[in-house]
């Protein structure tokens, strides 16, 4: 059955709707806050500051460990790049001035919002906007291989996009994490109070609370997180037209592909490997691609040489090499891993691709104009069960198939709701 594709403006009706309660919110999370804070013993708290910063840290584990992540991240702000650097045909400058230019045409200001480029291998970016406490993290982050495989049009379509997430498409309710990381650390203190509980069950019940806790805290963006992203995807095409906007998300969608069938190869051929583990497969997958275009033989073979060095290693008859292997390495005879590889396997198989390549003046340069974009969206409008990409696990809740992504953008190029005057 297709899918509806929604039009811009009751995009943008849905997302105002949504914000419109933010202040009522705002207003119950700070009396709950306040009856938590009046509720709870203090003194106890004082007593016992372990177990009451442990109750905290369970309850706000997710979100510390989100920041974490991005805190730990390999990563250089645009600037503190060095002058050598070459991202393709890119450097620092061509990419500053790409970026200004984004804003441009956006009608954005120049807050000088830092943008930092990624030691990741993946066709990604992302923004970050997490206030004045976390400060230091916010900003546009681009993976460094979509500098080096996308051309610059295609490039300022996705800083466009995080653009639009930073500055004009969110739920204004994720703008006070305060608030809700105080609320959890004090549902997290006065259940460990009220219950009374100790040991493996007080923590199983802190558990469950803080997952519920989370997720409902979720729900906003569970609910009008594919408007969002469709929204962005429209910002983002309204820097020069819808033309490298698509083209870029074609060339992710091939490059996850490309790593995700030749990762599904790997383990099958590794999955009874003596030494090799899965975490061996997934690290010389990442390891042995390199930043820019390769092509599918020349990276089998460099992955191959990764995993032969690697077995090699993993030969070592030390105690701690052995203690790794152990704490690592899946059951060559456990039947649910072999299964589970089959089970992927066939679902690849089975998957109908469409050979949307035929489209292209040439397979070799992803590169569509507005006639191809016409007949792609046609070529997926008739063949609703056939896939772009021979890609598994990628639904997330909140970003849209890469179909629906393209359909939307097709769908309302010529839309009268200016997303430009809009703000939120």
């Known amino acids: ?55 905290g840290l369970v309850m706000v584990g997710p979100f510390v460990m989100a920041l974490l992540m991005i805190w730990g991240q390999k990563k250089k702000r645009l600037e503190d790049i060095k002058e050598t650097t070459r991202f393709g045909d890119l450097d620092k400058y061509k990419l500053q001035s790409l970026f200004r230019e984004t804003l441009q045409k956006l009608r954005l200001p120049d807050d000088r919002i830092p943008v930092f480029v990624t030691n990741d291998k993946s066709l990604n970016a992302s923004a970050v906007r997490l206030g004045r406490l976390f400060g230091s993290l916010d900003g546009i982050y681009l993976n460094r291989q979509l500098l080096h495989k996308l051309d610059g049009d295609e490039i300022q379509a996705i800083m466009g996009h995080e653009l639009g997430h930073y500055y004009r498409f969110y739920l204004t309710g994720d703008r006070f994490r305060l608030l809700t990381l105080a609320l959890g650390i004090l549902i997290a203190i006065f259940v460990v109070q009220a219950i009374e509980i100790e040991g493996m069950i007080g923590f199983f019940v802190l558990s469950i609370t803080a997952f519920f806790f989370w997720r409902i805290s979720g729900m906003g963006m569970l609910k009008h997180g594919k408007a969002i992203e469709h929204l962005c995807d429209d910002f983002g095409a309204q820097v020069n037209g819808i033309e490298p906007s698509i083209s870029g998300l074609i060339k992710s969608g091939l490059d996850a592909e490309q790593r995700q069938l030749l990762e599904l190869e790997l383990l099958a051929r590794t999955a009874q490997h003596q030494t090799l583990s899965q975490k061996d497969v997934a690290a010389a997958v990442e390891k042995a691609t390199p930043f820019g275009h390769v092509a599918d033989d020349e990276l089998y073979e460099s992955v191959q040489q990764e995993l032969r060095a690697k077995a090699k290693a993993n030969q070592q008859t030390s105690l701690s090499g052995f203690l790794k292997y152990m704490w690592e390495a899946e059951d060559a005879d456990d039947p649910d891993y072999l299964e589970q590889l089959q089970q992927q396997a066939k679902l690849v198989n089975q998957m109908q691709r469409l050979d949307w390549e035929s489209l292209l003046d040439d397979p070799r340069d992803v590169r569509f104009n507005e006639r191809q ?24 809740g909140v970003h849209p198939p890469l179909p629906n992504r393209i359909r939307y953008i097709w769908k309302n190029r010529n839309s009268d709701s200016s997303l430009l005057a809009n703000t939120y």
């Open 1 to 55: 059955m297709k899918t509806m594709i929604p039009d811009r403006a009751d995009l943008l009706e849905q997302l105002r709707r949504a914000n419109q309660s933010v202040v009522a919110w705002v207003a119950i999370r700070v009396v709950a806050i306040g009856a938590l804070a009046s509720m709870i013993r203090w003194d106890q708290v004082i007593q016992e500051p372990i177990l009451s910063a442990t109750a």
């Open 373 to 396: 974009i016409e007949k792609l969206v046609e070529m997926i409008e008739a063949n609703p069960k056939h896939v772009l990409f021979r890609l598994i696990n990628v639904d997330d």
